[in-house]
């Protein structure tokens, strides 16, 4: 193909690729539903949590049983945690 074939080929080929990505519908999505306010904006169950350097002990702080903020200490091969202030 010499010069002026390439130039009527590609200068053909740019409207028929317009045409054709015209008659594609674009794909219609579902928005997700909204986060309820109330679990956007409530206290974390969890907050400032931190690993000890071994990986054996997690510390966060967390509600008490009386709704006050306390920082916990828990042992993750046992999974059980102790309030510690």
């Known amino acids: 193909m010499d010069r002026w074939q390439k130039f009527v080929h590609w200068r053909l080929c740019g409207p028929v690729v317009l045409l054709v990505a015209s008659l594609?519908?674009?794909?219609?999505?579902?928005?997700?539903?909204?986060?309820?306010?109330?679990?956007?904006?409530?206290d974390p169950q969890r907050a400032a949590v931190r690993i000890s350097p071994d990986g054996k002990m997690l510390s966060y702080?967390?509600?008490?049983?009386k709704g006050v903020a306390n920082v916990f200490v828990e042992d993750l091969s046992t999974r059980r945690a102790r309030m510690v202030t």
């Open 61 to 65: 702080v967390a509600p008490s049983d």
């Open 24 to 42: 594609v519908e674009p794909a219609k999505a579902e928005l997700p539903s909204l986060i309820p306010r109330k679990i956007l904006f409530s």
